[in-house]
């Protein structure tokens, strides 16, 4: 299983990105996935999650009317549309799948599968 993470990058407050990840080895209709970030000397906070079949979406109150998370099952991807960007915002973001029907786990010890990071900076 691996996951690729891109779209990263550097724009300024209020700019936006779209991270996509995509996903090899797995069938991402089964597999619940996520998006988390950390930024240097804090710990890993999930900001966005998606369950398997798309139906159900989570967002940290932080990005809640920022951030979309969307999920294609027929291609294995997830994106990350980022608007309004903050400089809190900047981190490194990861995606993460765990094979999960029902629920969007919430804890990054849940997830088995994790991407390589993106950096996003976000510049006032």
């Known amino acids: 299983v691996q996951l690729q993470a891109s779209g990263g990058g550097s724009v300024q407050a209020g700019g936006s990105l779209t991270l996509s990840c995509a996903a090899q080895?797995?069938?991402?209709?089964?597999?619940?996935m996520a998006w988390f970030r950390q930024a240097p000397g804090k710990e890993r906070e999930m900001v966005s999650g998606?369950?398997?079949?798309?139906?159900?979406?989570y967002y940290a109150d932080s990005v809640k009317d920022r951030f979309t998370i969307s999920k294609n099952n027929a291609e294995n991807t997830m994106d990350l549309q980022m608007n309004s960007l903050k400089p809190e915002d900047t981190a490194v973001y990861y995606c993460?799948?765990?094979?999960?029907?029902?629920?969007?786990?919430?804890?990054?010890?849940?997830?088995?599968?994790w991407g390589q990071g993106t950096q996003v900076t976000v510049s006032s």
């Open positions: 080895g797995l069938s991402s209709s089964v597999y619940a």
């Open positions: 993460a799948a765990r094979l999960n029907l029902f629920t969007i786990p919430t804890m990054s010890r849940e997830y088995d599968h």
């Open positions: 998606i369950s398997a079949r798309g139906g159900t979406t």
